[in-house]
């Protein structure tokens, strides 16, 4: 009996040690549970955005009169919704358990103060809230990630991919973009475009109550002989002008190269209070890009030929009224009547 109880005190000895050198040695899995959000911040905090990465590439967004802006784009507005889907998915993090706590896993893993893939500092005036550094991916949309000023490592549901470290990724695209609904009119040279409903009618009683009455267009001048204005056209039009999305800002002076003194489409939208958004496109002088010119805005913008060509195409003449433009005959300039 005294020798089982020897054996077994000596056994016990063994994995107290054991377990001791392992503590003291370090390893990158850990079994410890940590629950709980990971980010100890709400978004509503949060006025400062940072995010920087490789080779010195940083966005800075600040949040002024409720609305994000871009400071390295002259304050321009950023794209609210994926502002807050990022904000949302950092302080819904939760901490879980870490895959590693020893500081030598935070440089093979990227998550280092000076080695990383992302670094995002969420702020509130000149106060840093949280810093959460990114490494590496461990999927399509898991990483590998940190947070400042705590050894754990956690693996996050996110992608770094989705956090992009151009200005222009943060752009609010639609900012050209007139809301369909909100559309009267169109002007296009002479042709003036009138954007009414369709009365009800026999065949209308049997849809469905929830079914939306369908547009009419008529056209108060500008057509010629011969011509009958197309109102699928002239929806198609309007469709094409309402998903306009920009790709870049090109500043705020008119430069030479930009092609806009014989613009390729000048088109005008009337909205229901009575304001006119006039839209001048051109095709600049070199490359393929256009630059594109709104009345509601101060800025130019680059527009790659792809995100343009279905409105430029809808904007035809004869698309809108069933015959061909006279050949060599130039577009005519775009006026702000109705």
Do not use: C
């Amino acid at each position: 009996m005294q020798k089982n109880i020897r054996w077994l005190a000596g056994l016990l000895a063994v994995q107290i040690a054991l377990a001791i050198g392992l503590s003291l040695r370090g390893t990158d899995l850990v079994p410890t549970s940590a629950d709980g959000a990971l980010l100890s911040v709400k978004a509503d905090m949060v006025d400062r955005l940072t995010v920087d990465g490789p080779d010195k590439a940083v966005v800075k967004l600040v949040k002024q009169d409720g609305q994000w802006r871009l400071p390295a784009a002259g304050d321009f507005p950023a794209d609210a919704e994926r502002v807050r889907q990022l904000l949302d998915k950092l302080v819904q993090l939760k901490a879980g358990v870490p895959v590693a706590t020893t500081p030598g896993a935070q440089a093979r893993f990227k998550v280092a103060a000076d080695g990383y893939e992302r670094r995002i500092v969420l702020g509130q005036g000149d106060k840093a809230l949280a810093t959460l550094f990114l490494g590496t991916a461990q999927g399509a949309r898991q990483v590998l990630a940190r947070v400042d000023g705590s050894d754990a490592i956690h693996a996050l549901a996110l992608a770094v991919y989705e956090i992009p470290l151009k200005s222009d990724d943060w752009l609010d695209k639609a900012i050209v973009s007139v809301k369909a609904d909100d559309v009267t009119g169109l002007a296009l040279g002479d042709l003036r475009l009138t954007r009414g409903v369709a009365l009800p009618d026999a065949a209308a009683a049997v849809k469905p109550a929830s079914s939306a009455p369908a547009p009419v267009w008529t056209a108060s001048a500008g057509l010629a002989d011969g011509e009958k204005l197309s109102t699928d056209a002239a929806s198609a039009l309007l469709s094409a002008l309402a998903g306009l999305r920009i790709d870049s800002v090109l500043g705020r002076e008119a430069q030479a190269g930009y092609g806009l003194e014989q613009p390729v489409l000048a088109l005008t939208a009337v909205r229901k209070d009575g304001s006119r958004v006039e839209y001048r496109l051109g095709k600049q002088l070199v490359g393929e890009d256009y630059v594109l010119k709104v009345s509601t805005r101060p800025e130019y913008f680059r527009m790659p030929a792809w995100s343009v060509s279905t409105l430029i195409d809808a904007a035809k003449r004869d698309r809108l009224t069933g015959v061909a433009t006279v050949a060599g005959a130039q577009p005519a300039a775009s006026a702000a009547g109705s």
